[in-house]
């Protein structure tokens, strides 16, 4: 079975005994210690120090044991400590993270809040120390535990990883009965927490989550229309006979786009949420929230590629009024998520406090109307300068 990771961050040489009774005793507990003064630190001989720490950390660590003494450590070009550098990745990563900081420091670090200008040269090799643990303590809200001797960080971490693999196997236990179907499903952790808590309208909840994550996986898209960023035209159309075939061609295309999306909330949704006490079918609703999305990405696309189409002079207004009709329904896609969690927030408080609880699902697509007005203006005189030619 494969080991844990548990990677001990702190300042070497004064603290070198400690970090040996750690070595031992996380080897003891049948875990794998990382420490960098080891031969098996995992080193990339082409990165320096603090790269090598970092990538350790990012790329092997399950666990951190962060020791904070009274020496904060050389400061890297970041300008903070190998120590400090380290303990942020692992913040960012997600893993558990266990701080210990010496009494003594602690102490000194308290007598440092009252008043910044005492010299504290005789205890620590500089203040930054006092500003990391405020960082861990108050600026990440983290628990800390004190610590005298190797012995008492040893008793800590005993009772926990007892409490970890409890909380494990609640999670476990959970997991299974979400079953192995929806397991495979690629959700993001928020999502699949509300499957595993099951609260209070979870199953709509979840699909909210899935909606709204898949809506940001296509949000590059969205931006390359409202920054009008452009590439390679799809469609070249030199050729005022052709025009008319063109514009009837994008309109049947956007019209059966829309419609589409529209049918996912409006009739697919409807069919895979059930009624109160009765199990929504979990599957179907993850394939809404991808249906509604990749419909999302399809529209933009058309917009997109209707706007970069290169067309005669005379039908450019045409060309761009059209590109135009879908802005309002785009708009209304896009909030359509966000409205829904709104709702449900609003649902989940007004069933706390016993009141009328009420989610509202209804996508109701319109054009742009200024656009689809300009664009009959433009079609009109369009198709008078073909007569007269």
């Known amino acids: 079975m494969e080991k844990l990771n548990i990677f001990v961050s702190s300042t070497c040489y004064d603290l070198s005994q400690l970090r040996a009774d750690l070595s031992d005793f996380i080897s003891s507990s049948g875990h794998n210690p990382i420490l960098s003064e080891y031969n098996n630190f995992p080193v990339d001989p082409l990165k320096n120090a603090v790269d090598n720490c970092i990538n350790v950390v990012r790329n092997n660590a399950d666990i951190l044991i962060l020791i904070v003494g009274s020496r904060y450590g050389s400061i890297t070009d970041s300008g903070k400590s190998i120590t400090n550098t380290e303990f942020l990745t692992a913040k960012s990563k997600g893993i558990p993270i266990f701080i210990f900081i010496e009494k003594q420091t602690l102490t000194h670090h308290a007598i440092w809040k009252e008043n910044k200008s005492v010299d504290f040269s005789k205890f620590v090799d500089s203040i930054k120390i006092f500003d990391f643990i405020s960082?861990?303590?108050?600026?990440?809200?983290?628990?800390?535990?004190?610590?005298?001797?190797?012995?008492?960080?040893?008793?800590?971490?005993?009772?926990?990883?007892?409490?970890?693999?409890?909380?494990?196997?609640?999670?476990?236990?959970?997991?299974?009965?979400?079953?192995?179907?929806?397991?495979?499903?690629?959700?993001s952790?928020?999502?699949?927490?509300?499957?595993?808590?099951?609260?209070?309208?979870?199953?709509?909840?979840?699909?909210?989550?899935?909606?709204?994550?898949?809506?940001?996986?296509?949000?590059?898209?969205?931006?390359?229309?409202?920054?009008?960023?452009?590439?390679?035209?799809?469609?070249?159309?030199?050729?005022?006979?052709?025009?008319?075939?063109?514009?009837?061609?994008?309109?049947?295309?956007?019209?059966?786009?829309?419609?589409?999306?529209?049918?996912?909330?409006?009739?697919?949704?409807?069919?895979?949420?059930?009624?109160?006490?009765?199990?929504?079918?979990?599957?179907?609703?993850?394939?809404?929230?991808?249906?509604?999305?990749?419909?999302?990405?399809?529209?933009?696309?058309?917009?997109?590629?209707?706007?970069?189409a290169i067309v005669t002079s005379e039908s450019e207004i045409l060309k761009e009024s059209l590109s135009n009709m879908t802005n309002t329904i785009i708009d209304q896609i896009w909030e359509f998520p966000i409205e829904l969690s709104n709702q449900i927030i609003k649902a989940k408080n007004d069933h706390l406090n016993n009141s009328e609880i009420s989610i509202l699902i209804d996508l109701n697509l319109q054009i742009n109307e200024v656009a689809q007005k300009l664009f009959h203006e433009e079609l009109k005189k369009f198709e008078k300068s073909l007569t007269r030619n």
């Not at 600026?139 to 005993?158: H, M, Q, Y």
Request: glycine share 2%; net charge negative.
């Open 189 to 308: 952790a928020e999502a699949f927490q509300k499957l595993l808590n099951k609260d209070y309208l979870y199953e709509i909840d979840f699909f909210s989550q899935v909606l709204n994550d898949e809506m940001k996986k296509v949000v590059s898209y969205k931006n390359d229309l409202k920054y009008r960023i452009h590439y390679e035209p799809k469609d070249f159309i030199f050729d005022n006979e052709n025009i008319s075939n063109w514009m009837l061609s994008q309109i049947a295309i956007i019209t059966c786009l829309v419609e589409s999306l529209a049918k996912t909330i409006n009739v697919a949704l409807p069919e895979f949420m059930a009624e109160n006490g009765k199990a929504s079918d979990l599957k179907g609703l993850f394939y809404v929230a991808k249906a509604y999305s990749k419909l999302f990405e399809s529209i933009i696309r058309w917009t997109i590629d209707t706007r970069n």
């Open 135 to 187: 960082e861990v303590r108050e600026g990440a809200n983290l628990w800390t535990f004190p610590f005298e001797r190797a012995s008492d960080i040893v008793f800590t971490l005993k009772n926990q990883f007892s409490y970890q693999f409890k909380e494990s196997l609640k999670i476990l236990s959970k997991y299974r009965l979400v079953g192995s179907d929806l397991i495979e499903l690629d959700v």
